[in-house]
């Protein structure tokens, strides 16, 4: 029985492991930088490279769907939502908002077991 427990864990979407993937990608691009606009392209394309990196070394049987928005903090309000027609026993999803003192980046990841 502790075996399919294992097995069961190695196909599982696991939102604590997720959110440290993404938490650790946003640290090692973003850090503590500034807010720069002309930075933020590759910034969002590092954060979610970064992500897609890590999650398929996990080697879990999923297909992954990253989604990375960086916001300069002026005050403007940004509004965001997800929805998903899945399988809630096999796929998952995790949204990680990180901020320092010039912006908000927002990760989103979705895990569709295949």
């Known amino acids: 029985m502790d075996s399919d ?8 979407f696991v939102y604590d492991e997720i959110s440290n993937i993404i938490k650790e990608a946003i640290e090692a691009t973003i850090g503590g930088n500034a ?6 392209n590759q910034w969002t394309s590092n954060v979610v490279e970064q992500c897609l990196n890590q999650l398929t070394k996990l080697g879990k049987p999923f297909k992954y769907i990253v989604n990375c928005v960086i916001m300069q903090k002026n005050g ?3 509004n965001m939502s997800n929805s998903c027609y ?3 026993t096999t796929d998952g999803s995790c949204t990680v908002r990180w901020e320092n003192k010039t912006m908000y980046c ?6 569709l077991a295949i």
């Open 5 to 12: 427990f294992a097995a069961g864990e190695d196909t599982a």
């Open 35 to 40: 807010y720069q606009h002309n930075k933020v």
């Open 76 to 78: 403007a309000g940004l």
């Open 86 to 88: 899945w399988d809630n």
């Open 106 to 111: 927002v990760v989103s990841i979705f895990g």
